[in-house]
């Protein structure tokens, strides 16, 4: 969509929001925004320059979740599930993790598509961010990463895939909660997996962020 279009449509969202006087959190939620998610990725990445062919070979895997439903970028920070109950792994399942076991009909289904993701160069020591645009503050967030010797580029992730490596408790609504991360003694390709709790109803978030360890 142009992005005169864009503003138009935000525009209107909020005039519903208004004149139903919805809470925020009906269009407005939040993502890994560093290292950033898939979908957010994509969405930062070519959201003004969608439709630029050369994003077919630059940048792949963005390309076929483009192809396969713009909405999983438009809606970037609407990745999330209700009423889990805490039972991620239940909700969720092996090769599902990165579209929160193909939430909202299957939106983000192209997030679990295995290939070259584009990965952003970490050292071990590193902070996750997570940009809560909506104000829900969190009950929790884990961070978890694949164990050495995942190939994120060949192999479907499964929660076995992952080890738990940072975990923070209730958080006060703010923009943005910085999670520091030790990544212990993993090189190479990974993928961050980041659950968000958030405070104001049962809504839970699940966030893929490809990197690379370079120290
Ligand atoms: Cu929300």
């Known amino acids: 969509m142009p992005k005169r279009l864009r503003a138009a449509a935000v525009l209107a969202a909020a005039a519903v929001m208004m004149v139903g006087g ?59 599930r209700e009423n889990v109950a805490g039972n991620h792994q239940a909700a969720i399942p092996d090769g599902q993790l990165c579209s929160a076991g193909r939430t909202q009909n299957g939106r983000y289904a192209a997030m679990d598509a295995v290939g070259d993701w584009k990965a952003v160069n970490k050292p071990r020591n590193f902070t996750v961010n997570v940009y809560d645009q909506a104000l ?45 991360v030790n990544a212990g003694s993993r090189t190479g390709r990974h993928i961050v997996y980041t659950i968000w709790q958030a405070s104001h109803l049962d809504q839970s978030y699940y966030f893929c962020s490809d990197v690379n360890f370079t120290s």
């Open 22 to 80: 919805a809470v925020p959190s009906a269009t407005a939620h939040g993502n890994a925004t560093d290292p950033p998610s898939r979908n957010y990725g994509c969405w930062d990445r070519w959201g003004a320059d969608f439709q630029n062919p050369a994003m077919a070979t630059e940048d792949p895997m963005c390309w076929q979740a483009w192809q396969a439903d713009t909405n999983a970028m438009w809606n970037w920070n609407g990745l999330y």
């Open 136 to 180: 829900h503050g969190g009950d929790y967030y884990r961070v978890y990463i694949t164990k050495q010797g995942f190939n994120p580029i060949t192999q479907s992730l499964k929660w076995s895939d992952l080890e738990l490596v940072a975990s923070v408790g209730r958080t006060p609504p703010q923009n943005n909660t910085v999670i520091p």
